[in-house]
């Protein structure tokens, strides 16, 4: 069984297989100097376990949340080292990765994948694998040819447009990835961010769209 939680922005739980990770958990309310306009569900001192944390991006790492978690849990920190160089935890919790990196994590087969992102110094996806489900967490990032090529259960991708994919263009390459279940994120958080996520699940043709509102989630 498989459960993928959304907690808003571009922060998910994902359980699988036994294991239970989070994507980018963002919790402030501030984020690059824009007022959150919908917060996270995600409570980090109601964290009790995590195994893994992963990261796609510089402005997702949020210092004292995943110290405040990792710490708690012992939880395995994954990302690029822009990300892991601004955390101050243990050098036995960071797991240091680059694009194209395959490994395996704590009953997790994990694949970092490229991600398009300007205002990133080193930004990564991940296509993720436990208990016969895979996830991929595109990141922030545009659309790009072989992106197409990314075989998942489940595709969770950023429409907010501006330096991310918008409905759009998430759309038309998921037609082209065909996952069973592609999840909108990274939008309507801030005012340069707003779309309507109805867009992008009303044209992915036979890939079943689902809108998760924060603190929803799917089962598998």
Do not use: W
């Amino acid at each position: 069984m498989a459960i993928i939680k959304y907690h808003g922005h571009s922060s998910f739980e994902l359980e699988l297989g036994g294991t239970i990770a989070l994507v980018d958990p963002c919790v402030n309310m501030n984020i690059r100097g824009s007022v959150r306009k919908i917060p996270s569900t995600l409570q980090p001192h109601l964290v009790k376990r995590c195994d893994v944390i992963f990261i796609t991006h510089e402005a997702c790492c949020e210092v004292s949340t995943i110290a405040e978690i990792a710490e708690r849990t012992f939880a395995s920190v994954v990302a690029p080292k822009p990300s892991l160089a601004k955390l101050d935890i243990s050098d036995r919790l960071k797991v240091d990765v680059r694009t194209g990196d395959k490994f395996s994590i704590k009953g997790l087969d994990v694949e970092v994948v490229k991600a398009l992102n300007p205002q990133s110094e080193y930004p990564v996806g991940y296509l993720v694998r436990g208990g016969g489900v895979g996830v991929y967490h595109a990141g922030v990032t545009y659309s790009y040819t072989d992106m197409a090529q990314i075989k998942a259960d489940v595709a969770l991708l950023p429409i907010g447009g501006g330096h991310t994919m918008d409905p759009f263009a998430a759309a038309t390459i998921c037609k082209e990835m065909r996952p069973k279940i592609a999840v909108p994120m990274y939008y309507n958080t801030y005012d340069r961010i707003e779309q309507d996520p109805q867009e992008f699940v009303s044209d992915l043709g036979n890939v079943r769209g689902v809108i998760l509102k924060p603190g929803e989630g799917i089962k598998m």
